[in-house]
């Protein structure tokens, strides 16, 4: 168990935490979609320095890393451009699943801000998809060799070992998660906030390794398959979104007991009906469900979490009603032109030809 002044400087905010989860510390060190700083880095392009030496420095200094952060970022130049795609993959990764949701993942710095500062369900996926984003990229990052500390996944468990030969260039999980950990840290577990987001955090790479795949290719006479070329390949990103989607929808609120002669926070309490977990010491029940403290805003109307829901397109059959709070939509009919009766012609190209049709569009009212 890792155990410092850390608890997911990148991932985790580290918060001190009062009972009433009041502010962050103006001290604190952030990084990706759960951290204080606009997300200047979205979309970033590292600058050409390859040729430099040492030029991942900058990078890593860019990424406004806490000190023990910036030391890893810096001890491999592979860490730098994968923590980029990382941010930028699970950035648009939350955009893409509440795309049709009255919160639809926005990301400017003072929303994302202040609805860091509360425990909503909507911050614990936030932290579930950061830790999920670095765990996937950083795999990734290893099997296609832009590490130079990791290579390919080499610890197959496998039945049939005799009749399995492991090959292929796997996805280096194994390596990602405990580079994960170790960059997140852990914080005293008096932190009761810090505790619920570490736990959201590890939540995100479990849906990563609960998605590892294996992929084999057959060998032998006429295909005979008597020996297998297998390696472990991570699911697409966009199905551990759609997972962690669903626990979202489906995540339990917890609380904190206090101790009522001395006002202290004590353990976090389950929902009721639902039994903690036995060991380990830990307060967060025995889940592998997101878990939250406060209840979620409506988002409708412009304020200190998003911008509210006026102005907002919606598909009238579906969501109209939902994402527009009940103020009603407009409606504009515009023209568009497209290709259409589209047909393959001898040798070798689409010959198309172009319709216009008139479409309807639907916008919240204010």
Request: hydrophobic share 30%; aromatic share 8%.
């Amino acid at each position: 168990m890792l155990d410092g002044p850390l608890l997911a400087r990148w991932l985790s905010a580290s918060f001190a935490l009062t009972l009433l989860l009041a502010t962050l510390r103006p001290s604190a060190a952030y990084f990706g979609l759960t951290g204080s700083e606009p997300l200047t880095i979205l979309p970033l392009t590292l600058e050409p320095e390859a040729a430099a030496a040492k030029a991942h420095y900058k990078a890593c200094d860019r990424l406004k890393l806490e000190r023990k952060q910036r030391r890893m970022c810096r001890r491999d130049p592979g860490v730098a451009e994968t923590l980029v795609e990382a941010i930028s993959m699970s950035a648009l990764e939350c955009q893409y699943q509440f795309r049709f949701e009255r919160w639809n993942c926005t990301l400017e710095g003072r929303y994302r801000a202040s609805l860091l500062k509360r425990g909503f369900k909507e911050t614990a996926f936030l932290y579930a998809i950061s830790s999920a984003g670095l765990t996937h990229a950083l795999a990734k990052a290893c099997s296609a060799g832009r590490m130079e500390r990791c290579t390919c996944d080499e610890a197959p468990d496998l039945e049939n070992r005799e009749a399995w030969q492991w090959g292929g260039c796997g996805d280096n999980l194994k390596y990602s998660s405990k580079f994960v950990k170790e960059f997140l840290g852990r914080r005293s577990s008096k932190d009761l906030r810090a505790r619920v987001d570490f736990h959201n955090n590890l939540v995100g790479v479990k849906v990563i390794k609960a998605g590892v795949e294996t992929t084999c290719k057959c060998h032998g006479v006429s295909g005979s398959c008597t020996v297998r070329t297998c390696w472990r390949q991570l699911a697409p990103f966009h199905e551990v979104g759609k997972h962690l989607k669903h626990k979202y929808e489906t995540a339990l609120k917890v609380g904190s007991t206090t101790n009522e002669a001395t006002g202290e926070a004590g353990d976090i309490s389950p929902p009721r009906g639902r039994a903690p977990g036995t060991g380990g010491g830990d307060p967060l029940p025995r889940t592998p469900e997101l878990v939250h403290l406060d209840d979620s805003p409506s988002f409708c109307l412009a304020g200190r979490f998003s911008p509210g829901t006026a102005g907002r397109k919606c598909h009238r059959e579906k969501n109209c009603e939902s994402i527009c709070c009940g103020r009603g939509h407009n409606t504009q009919s515009r023209a568009v032109t497209r290709p259409c009766q589209c047909q393959v012609r001898w040798c070798c190209y689409v010959e198309c030809k172009q319709c216009t049709q008139r479409e309807e569009v639907y916008t919240c009212k204010g």
